[in-house]
């Protein structure tokens, strides 16, 4: 079925889809320790939605799952509300991840993009409220050194800055943060080096307004 007939009225539902972006298995401690992880799907007809699973699913997602490969997913229920403060796209559901959930991993299918943008150009997302999310694609002008920042939590966590423009003749400030810091960051770093003007696509960045407009890469955003 398409995922925008996916609703929380659907009892048996199955789908065919490319998983656009995979998530980090995050272990956490909250009274009793647990681990959760979510996985984007997309279709044929270019909709979206987010697969959560917890606990034992959490880690069945993170070792069966490939990013950019085509699965059929089919289960009984889980189907619930999203959370659009954690979801960098327009989806109304999303679906828990069960024991019962069945995986089936299937051939390609070239009908599937590996990845759908609602581009905003850097001029737009440079007027967007702090915590909109936006895809933007664009050439890296520098990128600066890795930086630890301390969170809330006690914990550290690595980020790195770069600036990006498109053919808006604007720039914004972009934040890199964990591994994608020093990931990805990395393979712009060389690139530059190199004499290159490295061309990148963010989907699901987050406007922020820390000393200034800037779009965050975090985990759940899709960096290319």
């Not at 929380?8 to 401690?29: I, M, N, Q």
């Not at 890199?176 to 699901?204: F, N, Q, Y």
């Amino acid at each position: 079925m398409p995922i925008k007939d996916i609703n929380d009225h659907c009892y048996r539902w199955s789908l065919r889809a490319r998983v656009t972006h995979k998530g980090k298995l995050v272990f956490f401690e909250t009274g009793t320790a647990g681990c959760v992880m979510s996985v984007d799907v997309a279709d044929a007809e270019s909709s979206e939605i987010r697969i959560v699973g917890f606990g034992e699913n959490a880690k069945r997602l993170s070792s069966e799952i490939e990013q950019g490969s085509v699965y059929i997913f089919s289960g009984n229920s889980g189907v619930q509300r999203s959370k659009p403060a954690y979801t960098p796209y327009k989806s109304n559901w999303e679906i828990k991840a069960s024991k019962t959930m069945e995986i089936k991993r299937v051939e390609d299918d070239l009908r599937i993009p590996n990845v759908f943008l609602k581009r905003t150009s850097v001029l737009d997302a440079s007027k967007l409220s702090q915590e909109t999310f936006v895809d933007v694609i664009g050439g890296v002008m520098w990128i600066g050194q890795t930086n630890i920042s301390p969170k809330d939590s006690g914990a550290f966590m690595r980020r790195r800055m770069l600036c990006l423009s498109d053919e808006s003749s604007h720039s914004i400030d972009m934040c890199l943060w964990d591994s994608k810091a020093e990931d990805e960051g990395s393979e712009i770093e060389d690139k530059l080096g190199r004499g290159e003007r490295p061309i990148v696509c963010v989907k699901g960045g987050r406007i922020s307004d820390y000393n200034g407009k800037s779009i965050s890469v975090t985990g759940g955003s899709t960096l290319l």
